[in-house]
T-cell receptor, first 112, second 114 residues
């Protein structure tokens, strides 16, 4: 399973765009990149998943360069409620018995 | 859709005791995984169940055991509790095959061992 490295913490202000970059140098051919969000005392919540280039949904965008050794989660116009821990995970989503490997995540603090 | 539900939400046990945590997966999901999350850390994979069998296991001792029932619900059992077992225990469910197989997590059970 590919190891991921992401910043321990980030600070932002309401209305700003936040970009969290994750490094995964040993990503394998079959690996997908998945981001989860977690609020205190709650389970992680799926945000977005991608394999290459750019993926966008109603809450975030995921940018993946051609070499796939890193990825960037982009949160447009953050609000106070986006204060949470964000986890970048890399794994083979085609494997039926998928095991999610979490790192320590990035603690995002959004201030007024 | 109720999503993934876990019970109880909080639990206090004494060192050496045994505990059982329960999980009902999201409707349509057939695979259940359990994770342990210590304070300030990311969730750590314990094991995964599919078709009532343990399919994958993380680096946890045999004191941690589980079960999956025909209705896909699952239990996590921990014997001989240690103080270090205090954590948030998370259950995640997903569909093993098909589209949109991302894992959905429950709110967790906060276990405190005293």
């Amino acid at each position: 399973l590919a190891k991921t490295t992401q910043p321990i913490s980030m600070d932002s202000y309401e209305g700003q765009e936040v970009n969290i970059t994750c490094s995964h140098n040993n990503i394998a051919t079959n690996d997908y990149i998945t981001w989860y969000q977690q609020f205190p005392s709650q389970g992680p919540r799926f945000i977005i998943q991608g394999y290459k280039t750019k993926v966008t949904n109603e809450v975030a965008s995921l940018f993946i360069p051609a070499d796939r050794k890193s990825s960037t989660l982009s949160l447009p116009r953050v609000s106070l409620s986006d204060t949470a821990v964000y986890y970048c995970l890399v794994g083979d989503m085609d494997t039926g018995f998928q095991k999610l490997v979490f790192g320590t995540g990035t603690r995002l603090l959004v201030s007024p | 859709d109720a999503g993934v539900t876990q019970s109880p939400t909080h639990l206090i046990k004494t060192r050496g005791q045994q505990v059982t945590l329960r999980c009902s997966p999201k409707s349509g999901h057939d695979t259940v995984s359990w994770y342990q999350q210590a304070l300030g850390q990311g969730p750590q994979f314990i094991f995964q169940y599919y078709e009532e069998e343990e399919r994958q296991r993380g680096n946890f001792p045999d004191r941690f055991s589980g079960h999956q029932f025909p209705n896909y619900s699952s239990e996590l059992n921990v014997n001989a509790l240690l103080l270090g077992d205090s954590a948030l225990y998370l259950c995640a469910s997903r569909k093993r095959q098909g589209a949109n197989t991302e894992a959905f997590f429950g709110q967790g059970t906060r276990l405190t061992v005293v």
